[in-house]
């Protein structure tokens, strides 16, 4: 069984930047395809940017151009860096291994604990 653990959220100002990481344990990162979800208080959970297994990335629209995920399959990660920061993006980040067929990502049922991130104005 995979486990995925994050790290890496906090508390920033607008405008700035975190780097989220989701580290994986018991099974290979690069065998799947791994996203990225939020979800704040209210709200459904959404998937903000996936990588596939040959690392093609798409993204939400809301987060184009600012958020950017890579993997390093040495040390079996997935990374979320995000820059330019906005209160609308405070909510808890999830990562995911799922699959992708096209563009379009579906998840499975591997989810990391969350971790917080928190955007002052």
């Known amino acids: 069984q995979v486990q995925l653990v994050e790290s890496g959220g906090g508390l920033v100002e607008a405008g700035g930047s975190l780097r989220l990481s989701c580290a994986a344990s018991?099974?290979?990162?690069?065998?799947?395809?791994t996203g990225w979800y939020r979800q704040a208080p209210g709200k459904q959970r959404e998937l903000v940017a996936s990588?596939?297994?040959?690392?093609?990335?798409n993204y939400a629209d809301s987060v184009k151009g600012r958020f950017t995920i890579s993997r390093d399959n040495a040390k079996n990660t997935v990374y979320l860096q995000m820059n330019s920061l906005q209160p609308e993006d405070t909510a808890v980040y999830y990562c995911?291994?799922?699959?992708?067929?096209?563009?379009?990502?579906?998840?499975?049922?591997?989810w990391g604990q969350g971790t917080q991130v928190t955007v002052s104005s």
């Open positions: 990588i596939s297994r040959i690392g093609r990335t």
């Open positions: 995911n291994r799922g699959s992708t067929y096209g563009n379009t990502y579906s998840s499975s049922n591997q």
């Open positions: 018991g099974s290979s990162i690069s065998n799947s395809a």
